[in-house]
C-alpha cells in the first residue's frame, strides 16, 4: 500500500499549501485530471496497469482498465487542463549507455515542446544524469536549482553536477514560470528539489545500489520501458 499512501500525503501537502490537487490518470477511455479517494485507491491496487507516455497515449485511450501516465503523458494532460505545474519524482533521461542504445526517454522532448513547470528530485539516478542535463541544454529547457546549486541525485541531495540557475522560494519561481511563457518558449521549465536531508541517502549508498539493480536488470534482458520500473522495484 505505499504508493497508496504516498498518493495521499502528496494530495495532503498540496491542500496544506492552499492549491488543489488533481492526480493524472488514465482510465477506461478518458484522461483524468484529478482523481478522488476511491479512484486513486483503484489505480493504487490495479494489476498491470499501462505505462503510457506520449508514444501510447492515443492507444490506451481506445483501451479499457488503468493506465498511469509518465511524466510526458502527464504533461500533455495538464497542458490541455490548462494547469501550469505539477510534481512528479523524478524525470526520465538519457538511460545508461544511451549513446549506444539510443534509449532515451520521451520525457525530455516533451519538456522541450510543453509548457508545463515540472517539479521533482531531478531525472532518476539510475540514469546517466550527465548526458541527460547535456540534453536538456540543447533541447533549451531551463533546468533551475529550488535553493540549491547541485543537482539533487534522486535518492541522494547531491550528484555533482551544478544546475544553470537557482531560485530560493516560491514567489521567485512564479515570477521565473511567467516570464518563460510570456517569451512565449513553449517549452516546460524543470525545477530540482533535494530530498530532505532526513531520508535521502547517502550519494555513493545510492550509486552502489543502483549499479547492482542495473547489473540484475541487464542480466534478466529487461530493457526498455520496462527497465525503468524494473531497476527501480
Avoid at 122 to 134: F, M, N, W
Wanted: contains cysteine.
Amino acid at each position: 500500500p505505499a504508493n497508496l499512501d504516498a498518493a495521499r500525503r502528496s494530495e495532503a501537502a498540496v491542500r496544506a499549501a492552499g492549491a488543489v490537487p488533481a492526480t493524472i490518470a488514465i482510465h477506461d477511455g478518458a484522461i483524468l485530471v484529478g482523481l478522488d479517494d476511491p479512484a486513486l485507491t483503484a489505480l493504487a491496487q490495479a494489476e498491470r496497469p499501462a505505462k503510457v507516455s506520449r508514444q501510447t497515449l492515443s492507444a490506451q485511450l481506445g483501451r479499457p482498465g488503468w493506465g498511469g501516465t509518465t511524466v510526458a503523458a502527464t504533461m500533455i494532460a495538464a497542458d490541455r487542463a490548462g494547469i501550469a505545474c505539477f510534481a512528479t519524482g523524478g524525470i526520465g533521461g538519457v538511460h545508461r549507455g544511451g549513446e549506444t542504445s539510443l534509449d532515451i526517454s520521451a520525457d525530455l522532448d516533451e519538456l522541450a515542446r510543453t509548457p508545463v513547470a515540472v517539479i521533482c528530485a531531478g531525472p532518476k539516478s539510475i540514469l546517466d544524469v550527465g548526458r541527460t542535463l547535456e540534453v536538456l541544454e540543447t533541447r533549451g529547457v531551463p533546468v533551475v536549482g529550488y535553493g540549491t546549486d547541485e543537482l539533487p541525485g534522486f535518492y541522494a541531495r547531491e550528484s555533482g553536477l551544478r544546475v544553470p540557475s537557482r531560485v530560493d522560494g516560491p514567489d521567485e519561481a512564479a515570477a521565473l514560470i511567467e516570464r518563460h511563457r510570456a517569451l512565449g518558449m513553449g517549452s516546460g521549465i524543470l525545477f530540482v528539489v533535494p530530498p530532505p536531508a532526513a531520508t535521502a541517502l547517502p550519494r555513493a549508498e545510492a550509486e552502489q545500489a543502483i549499479a547492482e539493480a542495473v547489473r540484475q536488470v541487464e542480466a534478466q534482458g529487461i530493457a526498455g520501458p520496462a527497465s525503468t520500473p524494473a531497476v527501480l522495484a
